[in-house]
């Protein structure tokens, strides 16, 4: 790739003296710069590699460079065109603005007239791919943006990601579906250098293995049937920033090999290419599956294996974090229903779950029973079922108290959430203030 400041200009211009002079003058000043002399050889620079810039002659001897400019419009190529000619046509320049020509010089044309020009035009191609890279990134960005834990293990976690996020190592998360390996990548990647640069997320599991590598690598216009314009890759659109790979493990052997070269040699080809395409990317990958077990299978390769785990992050399911069951439980009711709050019963509900599809679970738990709950408050009862019933059923197998028993300890529970006041808990429990008083007995606590 061109160093930071250089630009990579195409320049189309039949009079091979004229020519030469610019291309000098512009690489004599750091840029790089190609000649071309007709629209077929402009066409064919354009097919083999990128250009911020192309300066275009109009009059060329196989056409105009109106031809050329118009190949850059459909092909919505992310390059800006500047018109250089000896006729100052006044409808001319309106056709060449129409298609979408950054700007349009008289020749002759003073060196410093050019280059000033090409700055502008290079620095608004730069501003149309950060746009674009901005564009994927706001599509796939979570919207959880804090990893929130009192967890030892996911402190020493943290600990570990700070320590490593300012290098370029390459990362593997590792952990069960819903634990939160995206936002620990994401996490990564703002405390990292490139937190400036894309951040490009994909789950590698959700996409069509005949359609994986065009996703990863891109494809050129015709590689296959419905390819209408070049499509620029996940590893070009997260250029100088972070490529994401969820579910590594997903990848089939095939696309392995061309991923295992895209990391080794930082360049890789478009589907239905034939020219190399340069990028610098960070890899962050991630997985639920035990990639060791998969090279023993013949599944996945073992160089690939060694080129992801530059670092190994073990992400801890929820089960094994109690203590952020509450945290989390009420961080999601304050980002579905602010004005909400969870009561002690169901915090406790909460913590005897098992929560075998982890944080996402638990945050698709809090989503529904914030919607579905008409009070202010969030009770055991307006859990799903079966977080309810696992969560009692657990404390009764723990405490080996009887049905009867379970149902006198969750009033209990209740009636202590509301200060002692029976209206209020048998409201709070559906159940009529006197089928209260039978239940609670002789030592229940009275309202003072």
Known sequence: MADAGSVRILVVEDDKALSEVVCDE????????????????????????DFDVALVDLMLPDGSGIDLLRQIAEEDLPTESIVLTGYAAVSTAIEAMKLGAYDYITKPARMEEIEALVAKAAEKARLRRENVSLKVRLQRQDSLQGIITEDAAMKDLIATLQRVAPSDLPVLVQGESGTGKELVAAALHRMSPRAAQP???????AVPETLLESELFGHEKGAFTGALIRKPGLFE???????????????VPAVQVKLLRAIETKE???VGGTRPVRTDVRIVSATNKNLKNEMQQGRFREDLYYRLNGVTLKLPPLRERKEDVALLARHFVDRFAPKKKLTGAAV??????????????????????????????IDAPDLPLDVGEQGWKAAAVRTGLTLAGMEREYIQTVLAEHDGHRGKTARALGIDPKTLYNKLGPERPRKK
């Open 199 to 205: 951040f490009v997320a994909l789950n590698c599991g």
């Open 268 to 270: 890789f080809f478009r």
């Open 348 to 377: 406790e509900a909460l913590g005897r779950y098992s929560w075998p599809g982890n944080v996402r679970e638990l945050q698709m738990v809090i989503h529904r029973a914030a919607i579905l709950c008409g009070r202010d408050v």
């Open 26 to 49: 512009l690489r004599g000043r750091g840029h790089m710069a190609v000649a071309a002399e007709t629209v077929a050889d402009g066409v064919e620079h354009l097919k083999q590699s």
């Open 237 to 251: 659109v997260a250029d100088k920033g972070v490529l994401f790979l969820d579910e590594v493990g997903e990848i």
